[in-house]
């Protein structure tokens, strides 16, 4: 390797590693587009969160091969480095973001030949944001979230892109039975448990995000274990999402992959588990879902009293038809329900991975020509339009986007037909998969 050095605001000179070959060209590319960036943060003592105080120490970057061949930036923030490399599959290249010296809050950026990319999160593991190629040669960031992450941890916001659990969705009372011991969750939304309760999986740093080759292709992907109590949930679960971003054809393609198991030195020989991603989604650029149009692949729905909490029953959801679009206008529909895409709940495993994906929601604007396709392994999917809820800080309106959450039945737990889609136990793993396909008329 050729190396050098860049002096950091304390006079230290540290070392500046480039990779050999043809990254070389890039890395000192990269070296002198970070330079004057954090220069002028520092001279005019503003800005990400690099001037000032003790964070000085973070003017000075190294540059390392990873073991797919993926260039790693550390110690600058707000700067997305990005290489092309041979060892990834023909359609994708990665970068990293990292803060020195804690390296607790990272980005990592997914890019593709066609220009769409996706920004990722250690913060909840979660999607920040999401561009993918329209048909007159610019992007459309279609996922809601901010520019920096650091506002995923300070602004509130209802689970932008985030990573979901231990388990996602509402839990009657804030209590679950397992193996006749009763354990007390944290309540979080009225006297039920939401998301994971007050600290969900949303709210933690995930490990990562690391260069992985997963099926062949090169992944991003965070772990995290989640310890015995937290939350009031018992065992200790070892979590892993990981992403990819590939172009196929004219589809951009992102897919999540979900997996739990129990962790070898877990107090508890079993647990509950049931996760989902909560990002929302927006087609076109009006700020709103008014004028886009929304696909369901079926009608039928688990009901839900006044608090959103299941009676058990599954009906036909009033005023939508299966695979028949509705055009979003003036607050109409108003949903936030959950749909049953695989009948019966006998049938469904702990580990979705190996079934087929199944339709969840696909999405189309008649002004971008953009549409969005969601498909899960997942038997049911939570749809929310955002009513009621806006997001200031990110301009973000009531009704600006869609969320949708493939996961198993809502409130799984608490009915003795669906509990065993959720109950995880030591040797058994929890998976499942889900992708979003867009692409333009």
Not at 7 to 20: E, F, I, M, S, Y
Not at 152 to 161: A, D, I, L, N, S
Not at 195 to 219: I, N, Q, S, V, Y
Request: aromatic share 6%.
């Amino acid at each position: 390797m050729r190396g050098g050095a860049l002096k950091g605001a304390d006079g230290v000179q540290r070392p500046l590693v480039a990779v050999p070959g043809r990254v070389a060209p890039v890395a000192v590319r990269l070296v002198q587009v970070v330079a004057v960036h954090v220069a002028v943060h520092v001279a005019g003592g503003r800005g990400g969160g690099v001037a000032g105080g003790a964070e000085r120490d973070l003017v000075w970057l190294r540059l390392v091969q990873a073991e797919v061949g993926v260039v790693l930036v550390e110690g600058a923030r707000h700067v997305v480095v990005s290489s092309s490399s041979s060892s990834l599959s023909s359609s994708s290249s990665l970068s990293s973001l990292a803060r020195y010296p804690d390296q607790e809050d990272r980005m990592k950026q997914l890019t593709t030949e066609s220009g769409a990319s996706v920004q990722l999160i250690n913060y909840g593991a979660a999607i920040a944001q999401f561009h993918v190629p329209l048909g007159d040669g610019s992007t459309h960031n279609v996922s809601l979230g901010f520019e920096d992450e650091e506002a995923f941890k300070t602004v509130t916001h209802p689970y932008f892109g985030a990573s979901i659990g231990r388990i996602g969705n509402r839990i009657r009372g804030a209590r679950i039975t397992l193996d006749g011991e009763t354990y007390e969750l944290a309540k979080n939304n009225g006297a039920n448990a939401l998301h994971g309760g007050k600290r969900g999986f949303d709210k933690l740093m995930w490990e990562g995000p690391a260069t992985e080759t997963r099926g062949g292709k090169a992944c991003a992907v965070f772990r995290m274990t989640s310890k015995d109590g937290e939350e009031g949930y018992p065992g200790t679960l070892d979590v892993l999402a990981a992403y990819t971003l590939e172009t196929k054809g004219k589809q951009t393609v992102l897919t999540l992959e979900f997996e739990a198991k129990l962790a070898d030195g877990s107090p508890k020989d079993a647990t509950y588990c049931g996760l989902t991603n909560h990002s929302f989604f927006n087609v076109g650029k009006r700020g709103t879902l008014d004028g886009t149009q929304l696909t369901l692949p079926t009608a039928r729905y688990i009901e839900v009293d006044s608090a959103s909490i299941p009676s058990g029953k599954i009906g036909d959801f009033p005023g939508v038809r299966a695979n028949v679009p509705v055009n979003f206008q003036q607050g109409a529909p108003s949903i936030d329900h959950c749909f049953v895409l695989e009948e019966p709940a006998a049938d469904i495993p702990l580990d979705t991975r190996e079934k087929p994906m199944h339709a969840c929601v696909r999405m189309y604007d008649p002004e971008t020509k953009l549409h969005l396709d969601i498909n899960s392994t997942e038997p049911a999917v939570q749809v929310f339009t955002m009513d009621k809820i806006s997001v200031k800080e990110g301009g973000y309106g009531t009704r600006a986007g869609l969320a949708v959450e493939p996961q198993r039945y809502i409130d799984a737990v608490s009915h003795d037909a669906w509990r065993h889609m959720m109950t995880l136990r030591k040797g058994q793993t929890y998976g499942s998969r889900m992708e979003y396909i867009a692409y333009t008329d």
